[in-house]
């Protein structure tokens, strides 16, 4: 006999727990499947600050604001299926979940898909040495499970995350010795945050490429494509900043058409502004919508749970609509502030509801 519950939500981040929240206080029972151990996402290895929140949130550090998305649920209908993932779909639509031991069918009325995202690489001549990570992995390792990952290292990239990580390896005593950047300037938005960079008295390169990684075994030197020249440095740690593209398999199973917006992360599901695919029962939240700030993920996890809130019948098309044009005047403000072009293409990517570029692709 499948497992039945009102909302699974597949995605334990803080997209998933902030829709949890908008269902389960509402009294819907939510059950939430994420592979992770914990609850949480990517929030519980962040100790940079965040400052742009959704009401009712002040600003604070990326683990205390994991710790207070769960803590609110804990009073509430909500079961956690950690450890598990969903691998497919049953023919009576039935979701097929499992952890290293058991497949069971689970059987919901409306699906959140919260998968959140994944991070790129940046390919370069002998990329794969040992020694040469994403700066997500070089965060995890300081922050979670308090390694130092290398004492001397270079950062590719320049983005906002890529900044956070190069101060918190300096933080550990890494010594940085550059940050690269192929663009003519510093892609990191947050002015703090590259002033911060700045007077750390870390060098940073522009119009600058890696030309290639040299090792035995091991990272041991790379060569950095500067504008007249090339310069080695000798490092045992690089971090690639590749960007992030959403994770979106179950959207593929679950047969969402699919629509493409290069500054959203690229192929996501079309939807629109109930955040509901094609697909009627499913719903997106978070990364999986595309690629923004941690405040628009809220957004989006808050948006969702009001709209299944809506299309279960527990609250008036009348009061949805009011909360949900409040939340994305907020999710306006908060992706504008720093990425006016995200914002433009998601609208792009609404606006395209009813022409997917791809449609019924996936699932026969």
């Avoid at 290895?45 to 400052?51: E, H």
């Avoid at 997500?136 to 130092?148: E, M, S, Y």
């Avoid at 663009?183 to 945050?193: C, G, I, P, T, W």
């Avoid at 959207?251 to 079309?270: H, I, K, M, V």
Wanted: proline share 4%.
């Amino acid at each position: 006999m499948a497992m039945e519950t009102d909302v699974l939500i597949i995605g334990a981040g803080p997209a998933g727990l902030a829709a949890a929240f908008e269902l389960a206080s509402r009294g819907l029972e939510v059950t939430l499947v994420d592979e992770s151990a914990a609850a949480g996402g990517q929030l519980v290895q962040q100790t940079q600050l965040i400052r742009s929140l959704p009401a009712p949130f002040q600003p604070m550090r990326g683990f205390a604001l994991a710790e207070a998305l769960t803590k609110r649920l804990a009073a509430l209908p909500v079961r956690y299926l950690l450890g598990h993932r969903m691998i497919g779909l049953y023919r009576d639509g039935s979701v097929g979940v499992a952890d290293e031991a058991n497949v069971f069918p689970l059987k919901a009325r409306k699906i959140v898909v919260a998968t959140g995202a994944a991070e790129n690489a940046v390919p370069f001549p002998k990329w794969t040495l040992p020694g040469i990570i994403t700066i997500g992995a070089a965060q995890t390792l300081i922050n979670r499970d308090f390694v130092r990952p290398g004492k001397h290292a270079v950062i590719v990239g320049s983005s906002d995350f890529a900044v956070d990580v190069a101060l918190q390896l300096a933080d550990v005593g890494v010594n940085i010795k550059a940050v690269v950047e192929r663009q003519s300037a510093l892609l990191a938005r947050d002015a703090e945050k590259v002033a911060q960079l700045k007077q750390s008295g870390i060098p940073t390169y522009v119009n600058a490429a890696v030309k290639e990684a040299r090792g035995k075994g091991e990272v041991a030197e790379i060569d950095i494509q500067l504008s007249e020249r090339v310069i080695t440095e000798h490092v045992d740690l690089v971090c690639l900043d590749g960007g992030r593209s959403p994770v979106l398999e179950a959207c593929y199973q679950l047969g969402c058409s699919f629509g493409y917006q290069q500054e959203l992360g690229g192929w996501l599901p079309q939807y629109n502004k109930r955040l509901q695919t094609d697909r009627e029962d499913v719903f997106l939240a978070g990364n999986a919508a595309g690629i923004s700030t941690q405040g628009v993920v809220l957004a989006t996890g808050m948006i969702a749970g009001v709209s299944v809130c809506e299309a279960l019948r527990v609250i008036g098309g009348e009061e949805a609509e009011r909360l949900r044009s409040a939340l994305w005047k907020e999710l306006e403000v908060l992706e504008t502030t720093l990425f006016p072009e995200v914002w433009q293409a998601r609208l792009r990517h609404m606006d395209n509801f009813g022409n997917p570029l791809l449609k019924e692709q996936f699932i026969s």
